[in-house]
């Protein structure tokens, strides 16, 4: 419709040039829009505003030519001129209903656009260390990276998927130590009490939940196993209780060949083993949050040496080097960030050898643009400051405006009203895996992506389980059940027989695609088609805005809408209620149309649409 839209009203500008009503002058941008408000019609042009001066012109008078000329159509009913030269037009009743059928012939490619013209964009988000279990702070990344990567995808873009793996670095082998120390303490615990291996891991793990309880410290006797390993190990550990049932599963599976093994060795099995066995976990936990990557990039990859014995990193400098934003300064290898507005230049090579996390961004960034033409990064908000360095460093390898970062706030987890205490230093967090086990990933993504990443959200578990209006997903999807359960009354089916067609099928066996749509004419019917129309409008300014956010809003408008629409409209004849054929099957028509979008809008942020509840 908006291409109709453009047409007419270039074409009522050529017609008012061509009879001397306006001067000739270029129309780029004809400004076209959807009102707020429906009384000030179903598209607004704000040209003659644009081009008051180059026609030397009032606005208001341009917008009168316009009005004056605009072609007769099927399509607009009337055209208005509003304040200082708005360009006001009226969708005809049998135009704006024409989206019913446009929605159901075009189904799951409805609102698809060329906004992104196959431009390949990699999306890199969670990427969450590979040394413990993703956190809600995780799934939120998760929600909100994938569900921009299918936004995109629907406004044309080819979209890659990227989950950066941190397997390289000081981090790694504080792993690995803290696996080695709490496997050496079930042993002590095995040889001291004379338990097992199942019995020891119990008493490891009463011993950290009595460290957590005594929030004051003020009972070690409770806890000595843990302050030992706190003590051994300080800031250089990860405390949580997912170590120790590591530690047991290595106890398990090797009994206690380690104990009396080289340090150096015990570490390094513990480590590659273990990491293994987190990011297998992290594999899981984001597939069951129904979030797949198409790469999973392993950091350590960066380093290793290919046939001509360099690296990705070596490489990476030896072309920062050749362009002059390499020095030497100290003894260590510096890159001159504040060449691209950085507010200090940054270290990638410390005086003792040691590359900083620094120079695997540098040689990572690089990598990515040898697969993509741009790249978007999904980080949280606590690296707002490593912005500035990043794109200083692509901008310097030759990527200037293709790099850009989405900070994502923090999610405050709360039970009834009340926060679910977590602390860092106690090791304590609520693994996303229990709070997807918990909620379900519908409810889970839904609330995590329902608003912009530059706001904090509160995920009060109990209102996210709620089953009724209150909760937003649920309101979104019992709109979209109540719909089938329509359809499969009017097509005559049972639950079963829908199962094995599938709605679709139901759908066309209720109302075909050719039914008499002109027979709508209540509000509530015209509210839902010009809120359908919308959709591929709002779909391309997600993508523009990087905000799949707007699409829990409209999800929750439409459904909205609806039961507007189903409150007012009979739909199906009922004993003692007729309702003509013709209107019938058109409602359903509009029916139909509703559960599409729906479903579509509900896909785009990864949340499934039942099809009853």
């Known amino acids: 419709m908006v291409d109709t839209i453009d047409t007419l009203v270039r074409s009522a500008i050529a017609a008012a040039q061509g009879a001397g009503d306006l001067p000739a002058f270029e129309v780029a941008d004809l400004g076209l829009e959807r009102p707020a408000d429906s009384s000030h019609g179903d598209w607004t042009s704000t040209v003659a505003l644009r081009s008051a001066k180059a026609a030397h012109m009032a606005p208001r008078k341009i917008a009168e030519a316009i009005v004056a000329n605009l072609p007769a159509s099927d399509a607009v009913e009337r055209a208005e001129v509003a304040g200082p030269g708005f360009v006001n037009l009226y969708l005809s ?4 209903n024409e989206v019913f059928r446009t929605v159901r012939e075009q189904g799951a490619d409805f609102g698809r656009s060329h906004l992104g013209d196959g431009t390949k964009v990699q999306v890199e988000f969670v990427s969450a260390n590979p040394v413990g279990p993703l956190h809600i702070g995780h799934g939120r990344w998760a929600a909100l990276g994938d569900s921009l990567s299918r936004v995109l995808e629907h406004a044309g873009y080819t979209v890659e998927r990227e989950y950066y793996v941190n397997d390289h670095g000081n981090q790694m082998n504080i ?7 709490r496997y050496l303490q079930l042993a002590d615990i095995m040889a001291a009490r004379g338990l097992d291996a199942h019995a020891a891991h119990e008493a490891l793990i009463a011993d950290w939940q009595a460290f957590v309880d005594d929030e004051a410290d003020e009972h070690p006797e409770t806890h000595p196993y843990m302050d ?3 003590n051994k190990l300080g800031a250089d550990s990860y405390g949580g209780d997912y170590i120790i049932d590591l530690a047991a599963h290595f106890m398990e599976v090797d009994g206690t060949r380690w104990v009396d093994a080289d340090a150096s060795e015990r570490m390094l099995s513990f480590r590659e083993r273990g990491y293994k066995l987190m990011l297998d976990d992290i594999r899981h936990t984001c597939s069951d949050m129904r979030t797949e990557f198409d790469v999973w990039f392993s950091e350590r990859s960066l380093y290793e040496k290919d046939a001509s014995g360099t690296s990705a990193v070596d490489r990476a400098f030896a072309r920062l080097r050749d362009q002059g934003y390499l020095f030497e300064k100290d003894g260590a290898l510096w890159f001159r960030s504040t ?5 200090k230049d940054r270290v990638l090579v410390k005086e003792n050898g040691e590359y900083t996390y620094f120079a695997s961004d540098v040689a990572y960034h690089w990598n990515k643009y040898e697969r993509v033409d741009h790249v ?3 980080w949280g908000a606590d690296h707002h400051g490593y912005i500035a360095r990043v794109r200083a460093v692509t901008d310097a390898l030759g990527y200037e405006g293709k790099f850009e970062v989405l900070l994502g706030q923090l999610v405050n987890l709360l039970r009834n009203g009340q926060p679910v205490k977590m602390s860092k230093r106690k090791g304590t967090m609520v693994p996303l895996r229990e709070l997807l086990d918990e909620v379900g990933a519908d409810a889970a993504r839904f609330t995590l992506v329902s608003k912009s990443s530059n706001q904090m959200i509160d995920f009060d578990i109990e209102a996210v389980k709620r089953q009724d209006n209150t909760n937003p997903v649920y309101y979104v999807q019992y709109a979209h059940a109540r719909i089938c359960s329509i359809l499969r009354r009017a ?3 049972t639950d079963a027989e829908a199962q094995e067609l599938g709605m679709d099928a139901v759908a066309l066996r209720a109302c075909p695609l050719d039914c008499d749509l002109s027979v709508l004419t209540e509000p509530s019917e015209a509210a839902l088609a010009r809120k359908l129309g919308e959709f591929g409008e709002l779909v391309e300014g997600c993508a523009r805005d990087r905000a799949p956010f707007r699409l829990t809003h409209y999800a929750q408008e439409l459904a909205g809408d609806f039961h507007a629409f189903y409150t007012v409209c009979q ?6 209620r007729p309702v003509d054929a013709a209107v019938s099957q058109a409602r359903l028509a509009v029916c139909d149309a509703v559960r599409r979008v729906l479903a579509l809008t509900l896909s785009l942020v990864g949340v499934s649409a039942p099809a009853r509840m």
């Open 376 to 378: 978007i990064d999904v």
């Open 93 to 96: 009743a049998a135009a704006g």
């Open 175 to 181: 792993f690995g130590n803290s696996v080695a120390e």
């Open 228 to 230: 030992a390993f706190r």
């Open 339 to 343: 060449d691209f507005g950085d507010d």
């Open 491 to 493: 097509a005559g089916v």
């Open 571 to 576: 739909v199906l004849p009922s004993e003692g």
